[in-house]
């Protein structure tokens, strides 16, 4: 029997992330599987439920152990990481770290689910994450505007000036662009978006090492084919000559993770100096972890070091 994934098949093979066949089969080799959500977490008494807010976006939305019915909670917008092409909102490795941080930073939760390349290249993803936020603070509205799908949590729970967006690798790259988007496009007037977590973000541009051999490379040019500059586009290079000022990034506080044996941790560091020096009045914190890996508090949350990153995370938050 012939071998199905024969590599004379293959078009495009972006691996270890994913492969699209030349009979336009895609094969998502780096994916996890789908978990439903909760009514409570037995680890963390964390609520979680499921809402389609578009035809093209959904969201799960977490909710802590309230200390009463009135309690105003921060909210979090997360966006997930895989590359802009793999994985899910509603994957077993997000809805454990979602379930985790919900409860220790005593917040909402609303992660993402956006739409993918290849079947939707970039900026599609870009613009379902700006959509989700932009529904997410409409709900603060109280002058009687029709907030499609309204979501009671949201509405009887949410701290609309204290909202947050915060995402890992092409998530932390999504958090950074729909802040710089909301210094042009304002959110409702009555919710403030306070804070940004860019956990490992996927920055990259041509001057990094490997060149168009590199993996980061390919992933981009293979998500935003018709990105203008390519691999130096600022979506993806923020300190690029022709980049939106960092100045203008909404938002009053950032907080940036990376770790020793990431391959983003030097341009994720430059990222942070750029940002110092382009007159933004924020403040921002940084947390460099000694001997991990990109994303490990995601993929092992349970380790010293990962549950370290919570607790900073929380503070950030909560401070």
């Given at each position: 029997m012939a071998d199905i994934n024969n590599a004379d098949d293959i078009a495009v093979d972006v691996s270890p992330l994913i492969r699209v066949y030349k009979d336009g089969r895609v094969e998502r080799i780096c994916n996890y599987p789908y978990v439903p959500p909760s009514p409570e977490d037995s680890a963390t008494g964390v609520s979680s439920k499921d809402i389609t807010v578009s035809p093209n976006i959904s969201v799960r939305v977490y909710l802590p152990k309230l200390a009463?019915?009135?309690?105003?909670?921060?909210?979090?917008v997360y966006y997930h990481g895989g590359g802009f092409c793999?994985?899910?909102a509603f994957s077993s490795i997000y809805h454990h770290y979602l379930n985790i941080l919900v409860?220790?930073?005593?917040?909402i939760a609303v992660s993402v689910e956006y739409r993918l390349a290849p079947e939707?290249?970039?900026?599609?993803?870009?613009?379902?994450?700006?959509?989700?936020?932009?529904?997410?603070?409409s709900h603060a509205s109280n002058d009687g505007q029709q907030v499609p799908l309204k979501e009671p949590w949201l509405v009887n729970h949410g701290d609309f000036e204290k909202i947050f967006v915060g995402g890992d690798s092409a998530g932390g790259n999504i958090v950074h662009n729909v802040a710089i988007r909301a210094g042009n496009e304002p959110l409702n007037q009555k919710s403030k978006l306070?804070?940004?977590?860019?956990?490992f973000p996927y920055f990259w541009s041509s001057n990094e090492k490997g060149g168009?051999?590199?993996i980061l490379q390919k992933v981009w040019d293979f998500v935003y084919p018709t990105a203008k500059g390519g691999?130096?586009?600022?979506?993806?290079?923020?300190m690029a000559e022709n980049a939106p000022s960092l100045a203008g990034l909404r938002c009053s506080k950032l907080h940036v993770c990376?770790?020793?044996?990431?391959?983003?941790r030097e341009i994720s560091l430059r990222y942070v100096e750029a940002v110092k020096k382009s007159g933004w009045k924020g403040e921002i914190e940084v947390v460099d972890v000694e001997g991990e890996e990109h994303c490990f508090p995601i993929m092992n949350p349970g380790t010293e070091k990962a549950k370290d990153t919570f607790k900073r995370i929380a503070s950030f938050i909560q401070d």
């Open positions: 009463s019915a009135t309690q105003k909670l921060p909210i979090l793999v994985d899910s409860s220790q930073a005593n917040v939707h290249p970039l900026p599609a993803g870009y613009e379902d994450c700006w959509e989700a936020l932009q529904w997410v603070a306070l804070g940004g977590i860019l956990s168009e051999q590199s691999i130096d586009n600022p979506m993806i290079y923020p990376v770790a020793e044996k990431d391959e983003l």
